[in-house]
């Protein structure tokens, strides 16, 4: 049996969502933790800060926000390069949700005045699961698709 797969017309910002728009947040993010090294005096190797630094619980909150984001964007990226090819739009406005709700999720889980277990959905993170479940549910759909014929 073959299958054709033909590319939606606006699949190209698709590309810019899966593809371009992750690099630039992980840019971000890894700026952030580059500011924290400096400021918490976090030196590398240490991906985490040594338990003698007065400052560990600060930095280890930045480094974790964009651990978080580095353990799940290439999944993320697979899923909207295929579920675009289904709903092209749904995915590229995912995107945008995904990679702002991950910065954003950075910050609330680096902002020490609040509790870690919920600190990281304070500052509007949960957008982060819209535009997951964006790509989560058009890439189940395209699976569907393919095997229904």
């Known amino acids: 049996m073959s299958t054709t797969i033909t590319v939606p017309p606006h699949y190209g910002w698709v590309v810019l969502g899966s593809g371009i728009l992750p690099v630039i ?3 971000i993010l890894g ?5 924290a090294r400096k400021k918490f005096d976090v030196q590398y190797p240490n991906l985490y800060a040594p338990a003698d630094n007065k400052h560990a619980d600060e930095f280890n909150r930045v480094q974790r926000g964009h651990q978080n984001y580095l353990e799940g964007v290439d999944s993320y ?23 702002v709700g991950s910065v954003l999720y950075m910050k609330g889980y680096a902002d020490i005045r609040l509790d870690v277990s919920t600190a990281r959905y304070k500052k509007g993170a949960a957008i982060k699961w819209i535009g997951f479940f964006a790509s989560f549910i058009s ?9 229904k014929g």
Not at 31 to 35: E, H
Not at 139 to 147: A, N, P, Q, R
């Open 77 to 99: 990226s697979i899923m909207t390069l295929l579920g675009g090819l289904k709903h092209p739009i749904a995915c590229a406005v995912g995107s945008v949700l995904y990679c």
């Open 139 to 147: 890439t189940c759909k395209l699976g569907y698709s393919l095997i």
């Open 25 to 27: 947040t992980s840019m």
């Open 31 to 35: 700026s952030d933790v580059m500011k």
